[in-house]
């Protein structure tokens, strides 16, 4: 049994920066792509970032391509997500997710959550103005 357990977040003024990191245990190869989500107060979940198994591809939504970067280390278990120009409107809870995929690509429907069987409990990013 896949498990994801996010750590990392916390209160940062806007233009600052964060690292998120998410551990995954319970597997014995690498073969799974790992996404970030985040959901904010009274607002849908939003898919954030996607990197395929051997980390060699990542995806990003348009609202934090430039500013965030998603990373990979399979020795560890670990993806980081590291938020740079941190912006007010990135408050939100932040979820990792995981799932067994033996292409080295995120699929074109990864930002919409529903092939993600194994989610973190979700870390609280809150930025300030």
């Known amino acids: 049994q896949l498990q994801v357990v996010e750590s990392g977040g916390g209160l940062v003024q806007a233009g600052g920066s964060l690292r998120l990191s998410c551990t995954a245990s319970?597997?014995?190869?690498?073969?799974?792509?790992m996404a970030w989500f985040r959901q904010a107060p009274g607002k849908e979940r939003e898919g954030v970032s996607c990197?395929?198994?051997?980390?060699?591809?990542?995806y990003y939504a348009d609202s934090v391509k430039s500013r965030f970067t998603i990373s990979r280390d399979n020795a560890k278990n670990t993806v980081y997500l590291q938020m740079n120009s941190l912006k007010p409107e990135d408050t939100a809870v932040y979820y990792c997710?995981?799932?067994?995929?033996?292409?080295?690509?995120?699929?074109?429907?990864?930002?919409?959550?529903?092939?993600?069987?194994?989610w973190g409990q979700g870390t609280q990013v809150t930025v300030s103005s």
């Open positions: 990197i395929s198994w051997s980390g060699s591809r990542s």
């Open positions: 319970g597997l014995t190869y690498p073969d799974y792509v």
């Open positions: 997710a995981a799932e067994f995929f033996s292409y080295d690509y995120c699929s074109g429907s990864w930002s919409d959550g529903a092939e993600y069987n194994y």
